[in-house]
């Protein structure tokens, strides 16, 4: 037998080391590509976070012009203890949901008394996401969705909230609305403005 001459044996090295760097470079991609599922997926959560956020302001600017447009009646409209953050409307599967709205007080004439249940009524439903359906099953607004309207007699200004369950851990709310019904309290948002009316003599 004779002996390997120095370019074989260099050229059985070679082809071995090449064996070696396809295996790392196939480590390298799965690498490369767990990644980019792992980014995929924050990408897809903050997108829905997007999404629910932007139906909150939605729903928000509904009751705030529902509120401007019957101002006779807007001590319909103010249903939310502050402190607690309820009676709430939307989702109603917890013990604070107000129920179906029936003013009794904060109106001027049975038209506007009407006009501001019908109106927090529909509000209800949209909260409830019963816009858009998916097999019969409501999918039209956030994930536990709910409204809250509070009055500060002190100042004459409304507060007008909306909540609803986050995805991930943030901060928690500075407005009281559904307080406690998201598990940890970073974990639910809100989006809330503020309404003053003149009052004129």
């Known amino acids: 037998m004779l002996p390997m001459a120095a370019s074989d044996i260099r050229a059985v090295a070679q082809r071995g080391f090449s064996m070696l760097e396809v295996l790392v470079s196939i480590v390298i991609l799965v690498f490369g590509l767990l990644g980019l ?3 995929q997926a924050v990408a897809h ?16 600017n509904d009751i705030v ?10 001590g319909c409209y103010a249903f939310t203890n502050a402190a607690s953050g309820t009676p709430y409307l939307g989702d109603a599967s917890s013990a604070g949901h107000l129920g179906t709205p029936n003013c009794a007080t904060g109106f001027s004439d049975s038209s506007t008394k009407e006009i501001a249940d019908r109106g927090m009524a529909e509000w209800d439903n949209l909260l409830k996401g019963t816009s858009e359906t998916k097999n019969a099953t409501s999918v039209g607004a956030m994930i536990g969705s709910r409204g809250c309207v509070m009055f500060d ?19 928690t709310p500075v407005v009281n609305c559904a307080n406690g019904l998201y598990g940890t309290e970073t974990r639910r948002r809100v989006v809330w403005t503020t309404v003053r009316f003149a009052t004129l003599n």
């Open 37 to 39: 599922a792992g980014m």
């Open 45 to 60: 959560q903050a997108e829905l976070e997007s999404y629910q956020r932007a139906q909150a302001l939605i729903l928000l």
């Open 65 to 74: 012009e529902r509120l401007n447009s019957n101002r006779r009646a807007r």
């Open 153 to 171: 007699a002190a100042t004459s200004v409304f507060t007008i909230a909306v909540a609803w369950q986050g995805m991930t851990d943030t901060f």
